[in-house]
């Protein structure tokens, strides 16, 4: 089906799917070596799903439990939706990593520890009292104990670099070695580095020994077990390996070059969310604005401006950035001006916890500023979903005149899934409403004149004979002049609502994975589709009656909605916060919608689903 | 449509204009109507964006583009026009609440960028729109509705602000002066990159004549320092004193011509484009006189040509974007 796994000495057993962690020190590079592996198996056709899962400190004291960085990797020959519940191979690079992961492993799990980094120094420092390598508490596991910093030295006996840089070699040996386990190229991770560091050759050499020395270690020793995961039935085509933060960007630009207005970015560098602000800052190729503004208000407040001067405007922020921005918001949906807001949701209140996913913006992005401030809301399921999220998020602000929340979270911001690349022509058409002069030049030009769907012309500064003034006071219908009159206020009140309303007229119905009517209805939304949609298939499996459907549109929803909520004897509504979306459902079509909720900053495990489905049919 | 047949009344809005009775605004808006037919952009270039407050319901009243904003954003939000399209004439009017208080952080970056905004300060030492609370210029001790008791505040200087954060244009006039006040902000749209303008502004109802020891007609000549680039600061009735570097004491004082010696050569001479911005700091943080007219006036590069140039650069580099090579990205694989 595609390339031939590498030769080696013994013959893998077969597995069907595999969860890997990868664990370490966050200066370790896990996050490198999980995405190194990711593309590898990629590549070897593999259906597979990551998740990256680091802490909030840059370098958390060395050795300690709150400096742990993860990376997991599901593969599989059959399709594979999400990162994996728990791991069948933990790669920890020292005790904390041990430790910080122990609990969630199964009896049986595979265990490669680098046995060097387990002294009395670094025991202590991960708060171990005894050596669990030893002391007999990893009884149960498969443990291989690898002398990974003493074998990665040896390698690179011969190369002229001080010690600290060939420790840093550490995780391609790591790497290597998990290479071999589960028979893979090495090419692209060779590719990658000569890419990488290929100004620096000595910096080239020591990886690659690393990484060679890490697999030849793997067959020389008899005690490590060799696995063959067989590449799974995907769509033919060419694939990439994309996270969603790459994809909201890439749905941006894409939206850009088919509106044809220039994108303008302005944004404040936040966690989880500052990926997006690096990545377009890289394609000014594109002419893209990246203006890293001095706060979020700035941020907002500048693509306000670039709005009113014709542009593609954009800004990405995370919870904390949204607070911020809110009354810059109220201004946009006043004055009508197109404008994506990017809000890569993160573990709240206040600061919360910035690097852990969660689902909780969801009411404030529908509901969240003063006066009636309504809104569309959206959200990709999956990273690569992203891409046309985004791009449907761009295409409903320019032919609606309106600021459209985007909601993303850390889970699919930085998760990875391989991504079978499109072509530009597939996208549909943006008709902006940018004014065309030439149309106007009998009738005289009103501001908030509308058109059918209620949206209004786009003016620019620049175009001779239609100066106008915009503003976040209240204005009359048509004119946008200020009034204060009672009658005019409700009358745009429920314009603005209108329009907002209209917009369920292009976008998709809400589509059912399984049977279109049955005994339960799991009702999600954002990144939690690969977790719902595993576990439901497994209920279907077994014969349940159980259907899924996952929710872009968040506001408005989808036009028939209701009549899939009342297809099912029940719904269960799950998500990563504590029944927003369930209070959505509830309020507006009064169905007793049953909840599942979780608010650990951790993704939904797929048992967790399932328990749930077997709790209720 | 051409210019040169555009007069003042071409930039009045049909919006009636609802300041108080005697607000120092009406001569701002005047003066600035004024000027807009010779500043040689065309009206449709033309964009007046403000914040909140008194002054900030400017743009309603010019008939060219505007946008009335939130309290405080009026310079974020013309950033980002002015870096959509460079060639707008953008003006930000903003007051000393608006300005330096609640947008006092986009106030100093707009500034530190160097982005060629217009910015008009009306400076009327009150809040009046919400009916009179001291502001961050407000003298020390004002008796306002939020402080019965006199402020406790220190002062701010809005000529010293701009110039911490790195003004390259900075002048001050006054609303009684409608011919200093279209000259300065002839000035300011002549000028490159952010240019900043202090304007001593009545507000009649709630700080009425807090200006007074500057513009009042008696204190005209005593309290007033005209500057001219490239003469000496000489004031007062016949131009007898003068403005003189105190090196002991790191400052600037007044001294007369003629008494204890001092000579016309004793004088500072003013030079807008020095620089080095210590004396501008010194002259504008005068108390009385009050230096009114053009304090400084450098060159440095423009940061929406700076933004422009980089893209353009990079793409003569890269050559123009492609997006299906874009979504395809580095590193693929195929399944056949």
Redesign the interface.
């Known amino acids: 089906m595609n390339q031939a796994a590498p030769t080696i000495d013994k013959q893998g057993q077969e597995v069907d799917k595999v969860v890997i962690r990868f664990a370490g020190d966050s200066g370790d590079g896990m996050q490198v070596t999980g995405s190194q592996f990711t593309t590898t198996s990629g590549i070897a056709g593999n259906s597979l799903a990551t998740f990256p899962d680091y802490p909030a400190e840059i370098r958390a004291p060395q050795g300690t439990i709150p400096g742990v960085s993860g990376f997991q990797i599901q593969f599989g020959e059959t399709n594979v939706y999400t990162a994996g519940d728990d791991p069948d191979v933990l790669v920890a690079m020292n005790p904390a990593a041990l430790k910080a992961n122990i609990a969630t492993l199964r009896k049986g799990t595979t265990i490669v520890v680098n046995q060097d980094a387990f002294s009395d120094n670094w025991l202590e420092k991960a708060g171990y009292k005894t050596n669990p390598l030893t002391d007999g508490s990893l009884n149960g596991f498969r443990v291989i104990e690898v002398q990974v910093t003493k074998l990665t030295r040896l390698a690179l006996e011969d190369l002229d670099l001080d010690s600290r840089s060939k420790d840093r070699c550490r995780n391609f040996f790591s790497l290597g070695l998990m290479y071999y386990m589960y028979s893979r190229n090495l090419d692209s991770t060779k590719k990658w580095v000569q890419d990488k560091f290929g100004k620096k050759p000595l910096v080239v050499e020591a990886n690659l020994k690393a990484l060679q020395a890490g697999y030849n270690y793997g067959i020389t020793v008899e005690a490590i077990p060799t696995f063959v995961v067989k590449s799974a039935p995907i769509e033919p085509g060419t694939y990439r390996n994309i996270t969603g933060n790459q994809a909201v960007v890439l749905g941006f630009i894409a939206a850009s070059e088919k509106s044809g207005r220039p994108l303008f970015l302005g944004s404040y560098p936040i966690t989880p969310a500052t990926d997006i602000l690096h990545e377009l800052s890289k394609y000014k190729e594109f002419g893209v604005i990246t203006f890293q503004a001095e706060d979020e208000i700035a941020a907002i407040c500048s693509s306000i401006g670039a709005a009113f001067g014709g542009d593609l405007a954009i800004t990405t922020t995370s919870g904390p950035g949204i607070d911020l921005k809110t009354e810059a918001i109220g201004l946009a949906i006043k004055t009508e001006l197109p404008l994506v807001i990017v809000n890569v949701q993160r573990a709240g209140p206040s600061t919360g916890m910035p690097t852990k996913t969660e689902q909780a913006d969801l009411l404030q992005a529908v509901y969240g500023r003063h006066g009636e401030s309504p809104l569309c809301v959206l959200s990709p399921s999956t990273p690569s979903d992203c891409y046309q999220i985004t791009y449907e998020a761009c295409r409903i602000a320019l032919e609606y005149m309106t600021p459209v929340i985007l909601l993303t979270d850390a889970y699919l911001a930085n998760g990875s899934e391989p991504w079978l690349v499109p072509v530009s022509e597939d996208l549909k058409p943006i008709q902006t409403k940018l004014l065309n002069p030439a149309e106007h030049q009998d009738k005289p030009f009103l501001p908030y004149e509308r058109d059918k769907k209620l949206s209004r012309q786009w003016a620019i500064p620049g175009m001779a004979g239609f100066e106008h003034r915009l503003s976040g006071l209240e204005g009359q219908e048509n004119t946008g002049n200020i009034s204060s009159d009672p009658m005019n206020h409700e009358k745009m009140t429920a314009i603005r609502t209108q329009k907002i309303k209209n917009i369920q007229n292009i976008i998709p119905k809400l589509e059912v994975e399984g049977p279109s009517s049955g005994d339960l209805l799991i009702l999600g939304w954002g990144g939690t589709y690969g977790t719902i949609r595993s576990a439901a298939e497994e209920a279907r499996k077994q014969g349940k009656s159980v259907a899924h459907a996952h929710l872009k549109y968040l506001n408005p929803f989808p036009s028939n909605i209701e009549e899939v909520l009342r297809s099912y004897k029940k719904v269960l509504v799950a998500e990563i916060n504590a029944g927003q979306l369930a209070t959505l459902i509830r309020n507006e079509f009064l169905i007793d919608a049953q909840k599942l909720n979780k608010v650990q900053g951790q993704p939904f495990k797929v048992r967790e689903i399932k328990e749930a489905i077997d709790s209720l049919c | 449509?051409s210019q040169g047949t555009l007069t003042k009344k071409d930039f009045v809005?049909n919006?009636e204009v609802r300041w108080c009775p005697g607000c120092g605004d009406y001569s701002v808006l005047s003066s600035v109507q004024s000027v807009m037919p010779e500043i040689g952009v065309?009206?449709?270039?033309i964009?007046f964006?403000s914040g909140?407050g008194c002054s900030s319901r400017f743009?309603?009243y010019?008939?060219?583009?505007?946008?009335?904003?939130?309290h405080g954003?009026a310079p974020?939000?013309?950033?980002?026009?002015?870096?959509?399209?460079p060639?707008?004439s953008v003006w930000v009017i903003t007051g000393d609440g608006d300005g330096l208080s609640i947008g006092g952080?986009?106030f100093i970056?707009a500034i530190r960028r160097n982005i060629g905004l217009k910015i008009l300060l009306f400076n009327n030492k009150i809040y009046g729109l919400t009916k009179g609370q001291y502001s961050p210029t407000s003298n020390v001790g004002t008796k306002a509705k939020s402080t019965p008791y006199g402020s406790l505040d220190r002062t701010f200087n809005a000529v010293s602000v701009a110039i911490g954060a790195g003004a390259t244009f900075i002048a001050r006039t006054i609303d009684t002066d409608p011919k200093h006040m279209q000259e300065t902000f002839k000035r300011a749209s002549e000028h490159n990159g952010t240019a900043f303008v202090e304007i001593l502004q009545n507000c009649v109802i709630f700080n009425d004549k807090i200006h007074a020891p500057v513009t009042a007609p008696a204190n005209r000549d005593d309290n007033q320092l005209r500057l001219i680039h490239g003469k000496p600061m000489l004031f007062g009735k016949d131009n007898k004193k003068g403005i003189r570097l105190n090196a002991q004491t790191y400052s600037v004082e007044v001294v007369e011509i003629g008494v204890d010696g001092i000579t016309e050569q004793d004088i500072l001479v003013h030079d807008e484009n020095v620089p080095n911005p210590s004396l501008h700091f010194l002259i504008g943080d005068l108390n009385l006189p009050a230096a009114l007219g053009v304090i400084r006036s450098v060159e440095i590069p423009k940061y929406e040509d700076e933004?422009h140039d980089?893209?353009k650069h990079?793409?003569e580099l890269?050559?123009?974007?492609n997006?299906?090579k874009?979504?395809?990205?580095?590193?693929?694989?195929?399944?056949?």
């Open positions: 449509m809005s919006q065309p009206k449709e270039k964009v964006i909140i743009p309603h010019m008939n060219t583009y505007g946008f009335h904003t939130i954003r974020a939000v013309a950033t980002g026009l002015k870096l959509a399209n060639d707008l952080n986009h970056h933004v980089q893209i990079i793409q890269k050559g123009k974007g997006l299906n874009l979504l395809k990205g580095n590193e693929t694989w195929t399944i056949e």
